[in-house]
T-cell receptor
Framework: GNSVTQMEGPVTLSEEAFLTINCTYT??????LFWYVQYPGEGLQLLLK?????DKGSNKGFEATYRKETTSFHLEKGSVQVSDSAVYFC???????????FGQGTRLTINP | DTAVSQTPKYLVTQMGNDKSIKCEQN?????MYWYKQDSKKFLKIMFS???????INETVPNRFSPKSPDKAHLNLHINSLELGDSAVYFC??????????????FGPGTRLTVL
């Protein structure tokens, strides 16, 4: 079946540190890959996405590259801010499946 | 102005009651969804509708019945509420999910607490 595995949280970093949140997936065919972010008390917002191999999604200083050979979509940011504190979800969607399959979420806390 | 809205935001009720959660999207999207987020933040699809037609029912108990009166609305009715139904329920919509590439836009969530 289709599944997404994220690195275990919580992750705590200092402001301006480098961030990596690992995400690997299992899927048949060629899924689209997404990172969603959930700020405290809010719904999910799309952070970035990539729809084919070697595509790089980027937004707000975050980046992730669709790596088919390693079935990964790791999230990175060069210098995190306190305002990046949130829960981050990696997800996939397969053609014709009409649903997102989410990883378990990674809680990120950035300290000033 | 809100793209995907849900009401109510909070719902506290007794076991055995029946309750409804409403969802509306003003994005002109064809597909709407309900997801459940449990206490550990895990998110799982419950239902999806495309143009008012049920597409996915992901082994959800019969006590949960979605209803889509039109393309812009997808309501969730829950009968005989149980303690295990306590969760945050998110509505979402996308233009056309059959290709798997479209972004899903989420509502703010409804936190349901069953006592």
């Amino acid at each position: 079946g289709n599944s997404v595995t994220q690195m275990e949280g919580p992750v705590t970093l200092s402001e301006e540190a480098f961030l990596t949140i690992n995400c690997t997936y299992t899927a048949t065919g060629y899924p689209s890959l997404f990172w969603y972010v959930q700020y405290p008390g809010e719904g999910l917002q799309l952070l970035l996405k990539a729809t084919k191999a070697d595509d790089k999604g980027s937004n707000k200083g975050f980046e992730a590259t669709y790596r088919k050979e390693t079935t990964s979509f790791h999230l990175e940011k060069g210098s995190v801010q306190v305002s990046d504190s949130a829960v981050y979800f990696c997800a996939l969607s397969r053609q014709g499946a009409q649903k997102l399959v989410f990883g378990q979420g990674t809680r990120l806390t950035i300290n000033p | 102005d809100t793209a995907v809205s849900q009401t109510p935001k909070y719902l506290v009720t007794q076991m055995g009651n029946d309750k409804s959660i409403k969802c509306e999207q003003n994005l002109g999207h064809d597909t709407m969804y309900w997801y459940k987020q449990d206490s550990k933040k895990f998110l799982k699809i419950m239902f999806s509708y495309n143009n008012k037609e049920l597409i996915i029912n992901e082994t959800v108990p019969n006590r949960f019945s979605p209803k889509s009166p039109d393309k812009a609305h997808l309501n969730l009715h829950i009968n005989s509420l149980e303690l295990g139904d306590s969760a945050v329920y998110f509505c979402a919509s996308s233009q056309d999910s059959r290709g798997g590439r479209d972004t899903q836009y989420f509502g703010p969530g409804t936190r349901l607490t069953v006592l």
